[in-house]
Nanobody, 119 residues
Framework: QVQLVESGGGLVQAGGSLRLSCAASGSIFSINAMAWYRQAPGKQRELVAGITSGGSTNYADSVKGRFTISRDNAKNTAYLQMNSLKPEDTGVYYC?????????????WGQGTQVTVSS
């Protein structure tokens, strides 16, 4: 059984910052890529940022220069530092991870954490 638990969401004014965390727990052998997605009301879920086990990162154009993804492999945790937040960053943020359990690799999702940016 594997769980991804996000935390750190909340209400912030435009221009402010938030730091999201995603902690993986359970019978984990190793974790490959981890990523953050978001879903705004009435819109499809979209990739915000991803990070490989080696630390290579990629970002959506809309967040480049403002968001930073990182991970602590010893803690099975990924982070998303969000600066200069805009109202259009509002949405539910989900963590996704590619996790090896025994001999299988599977993708897991967290339950999501709400981020609301007021103008």
């Amino acid at each position: 059984q594997v769980q991804l638990v996000e935390s750190g969401g909340g209400l912030v004014q435009a221009g402010g910052s938030l730091r999201l965390s995603c902690a993986a727990s359970g019978s984990i052998f190793s974790i490959n890529a981890m990523a953050w997605y978001r879903q705004a009301p009435g819109k499809q879920r979209e990739l915000v940022a991803g990070i490989t086990s080696g630390g290579s990162t990629n970002y959506a154009d809309s967040v480049k220069g403002r968001f930073t993804i990182s991970r602590d492999n010893a803690k099975n945790t990924a982070y998303l530092q969000m600066n200069s937040l805009k109202p259009e960053d509002t949405g539910v943020y989900y963590c996704n991870a590619n996790i090896e359990i025994a001999t299988m690799w599977e993708y897991y999702w967290g339950q999501g954490t709400q981020v609301t940016v007021s103008s």
